[in-house]
């Protein structure tokens, strides 16, 4: 089926991206000073701080990532991230937001100072922006990979949108209303984003079951998310969509995988998951800037549990979704990963020519590459100029190249050829078969020399493209929803990409320039660079968003943005908790515990990327490194403690006192979280 856009379709498009543009501007016109800029003069309403606080996290990120993860083996078990985060919220909403207030702060890394030293502040400061810079590349990345995905689809023979060109677009959006009126540009544009993303992720989920219901032909599975086996089943046309759903998919349903799971194993629900969810609420500064705008604690406290009620919603309208996806275009996401691999499978003809599983073929015809038989795999190479939509025949062992392409693959001495997708070994068992004996000798081969030992990663499914496939497969044409869906995935991009454009520029500012190079700055002089700012994180943006979709570094976006921030997210919650708690920690400790974090987290994973040490998934490593930074504060702590305790003085004149009214539905929302678990877990799905 091919994607209609249609004339209702780019006028619903249009007057959406036109109405987000224009609400940010003609709301933010009169940004004088730092605090109107960065936090819209402290003056956000609860309402204003829910939506904004849904729009600037669930973004391509989760859209597309999330509901890429969905489409894998994990299922319905990545909506930990947000049923975990509702109660984190709470947490957030009556433990930290207090504090952050009262304390009358722009930024995170500011706390840091008023509790421990400008050293602490400095460090977070430039740790943080550096993160930001990966998270802003992944934010348009994965927006622009959904836009390509769609374009190809489109028309009889598609059209080809390069990454480049969307990110560009995306990139551009963002800039400009940010660039103009700052967090409260930010805020009314999210209002309407945030409401389209709902709204949004209901239409796909709708027409997602509708699809499945009215399907005809065999529909893939996961079998075992032990192994990843993927299997077919048929079903009659009496079959409802819902039964339908759940038989194919009730082992994916379980929110608790096994302990040895490289994604979310069930362990990481213990400590390794909580520790992102706290850092992310409740100390990243594109999420907190939203509460560090509030206009009184209460309407804080009230905006973050309209947020928290919302993220129970959320797994509903994109991680659902994304798993229907593989039941219904597995064969498509194969497809999609013919482009990721053949440079890879390339790689690995050079390094081991004796491969009886590889061929190569200069420009072979039609005939030939439809006759081609599976579990040998074809390098179909091609001049350039020819169109290469010929070797895309439906059949993931033929993999296109260019000439130029081929000629230039070069492969690294030692290296080894795996998959992290557990679906590999099902999919291609004969090469994996002859890759375990190849690997074997490479590594063997790599110690006796003392080398390093490098790793190149195959794919078997194009996970990341679950939203792109429904997108152009699952709406009605030609009626307008095409149109708002893809605007609502824009907003959803745009919104985080503002959001975090915003705080790298707010960080820069006050934490850097203002910190450091002037001090005496005017409110005009930082207003006019925290817009500079924001046009140099763009471009940063832009650059980088094309060189995310190496399968060699990932094979999930949503991954290089959970895993990546793991450098700085432990360190800085141990900080933070432990200086709140410990009021006699000294300013060396709040030092200490950064610096271990980012040392032990790129150590441990560096030695597991290497092949030096064991390879630790991502959230246990959290778990340790947050540990290990608790014993280090501890242990200075003990050996030097403040003479008297840290008071932290009021340097707000806003309303502090708390909401009771936002206590209550807090606590409904932990009881609702904890019975999701109960439902979506081994003895409730037995039932």
Known sequence: MRLEFGLLDIAVFIAFVAAVITTGLLKSRREQTGEDYFLAGRGLKWWLIGFSLIAANISSEQFVGMSGNAASHVGLAIASYEWMAAITLVVVAFGFLPYFLRAGIYTMPEFLEVRYNAAARTIMAVATLFIYMLLLASVTYSGALTISTMASKMGAEGYTVPIWTASLVIGLIAMVYVTAGGLKACAWADLIQGSALIVGGGVIMYFAFRTLGNATGALAFVENVQTGAVGYKTFTPETGAVDRFMELNRVRMNMFLP???????????????????????????????????????????????????????????????????????????????????????????????????????????????????????????????????AALAENPFVLPLTQTDFAAVTVEPYTVFESDDKTWDEVFPKLAAELQVYNQKAAEAAAAAKATLHTEKFIAYKYDTALGQLLSSVLPQRTGLVGFVLAALLGAVVSSLAAMLNAASTIFTMDIYK????????????????????????????????????????????????????????????????????????????????????VTYGGMYLAGRYKIGPDIQFLNRMAICFALCLVVMWIITMARPLPQPIEFKKQSNLNLASSRGALVAGILIVLITLAFYVIFSPIGLAK
């Open 259 to 389: 302990s040895n799971d490289k994604v979310l194993p069930w362990t990481a629900l213990l400590l390794g998951l909580w520790i992102p969810n706290f850092y992310y609420w409740g100390l990243n500064q594109y999420i907190t800037q939203r509460t560090l705008g509030s206009e009184s604690l209460a309407q804080g406290q009230k905006g973050i549990m309209f947020a928290a009620f919302m993220k129970l919603l959320i797994p509903f309208v994109i991680v659902v979704p994304g798993i229907m996806a593989f039941n219904l275009f597995a064969g498509d996401m194969q497809n999609q990963a013919v482009t990721d691999n053949a440079v890879v499978i390339a790689r690995y003809l050079k390094a081991n020519p004796d491969t009886q599983l590889v061929e190569v073929a200069q420009a072979p015809n039609r005939e030939a590459i439809a006759a081609w038989p599976a579990g040998r795999f074809l390098l179909a190479v091609y001049p350039e100029g020819e169109s290469l939509r």
């Open 515 to 598: 910190k450091y190079i002037s001090p005496n700055a005017g409110q005009k002089t930082v207003v006019f660079l925290g817009r500079a700012s924001v046009l140099v994180f763009t471009a940063v943006a832009v650059l980088l968003a094309p060189q995310l979709g190496n399968p060699k570094i990932s094979n999930s976006i949503f991954t290089i943005i959970q895993e990546s921030q793991g450098l700085i997210s432990p360190g800085i919650l141990a900080v933070f908790a432990f200086g709140l708690i410990v009021r006699k920690a000294p300013p060396i400790a709040g030092v200490a515990g950064l610096l271990t974090n980012i």
